[in-house]
């Protein structure tokens, strides 16, 4: 992980998909947690998705707070 890794989490949005256009850092944990169990997807995406299920089933996503205020971003919302 590093910090650019984070930031792409409050930026990036999810390519495809059900939730496709939402901001990685907004997906639902369940979402999260369906890919960790059948496999994350190859690449970038997949090692941001992993990243996020992690923070997320750790209850850490308040150490995104800073960078969705930087990016403008809040939490739900995509451009």
């Known amino acids: 992980m590093s910090p650019r890794d ?3 989490l409050v930026t990036r949005e999810m390519p495809f998909g ?4 939402r901001i990685i850092a907004d997906l639902p944990g369940n979402y999260l947690n369906w890919f960790a ?6 690449g970038e995406i997949g090692r941001l998705l992993a990243l996020m ?3 997320d089933h750790n ?12 990016s403008g971003k809040p939490p739900g919302l995509t451009e």
Do not use: C, S, V, W
């Open 6 to 8: 984070l930031e792409l």
């Open 18 to 21: 059900m939730h496709k256009g």
């Open 53 to 55: 299920q992690e923070i």
């Open 59 to 70: 209850g850490l996503a308040d150490i995104l707070t800073p960078l969705r205020q930087r």
């Open 37 to 42: 169990r059948k496999g994350f997807p190859a």
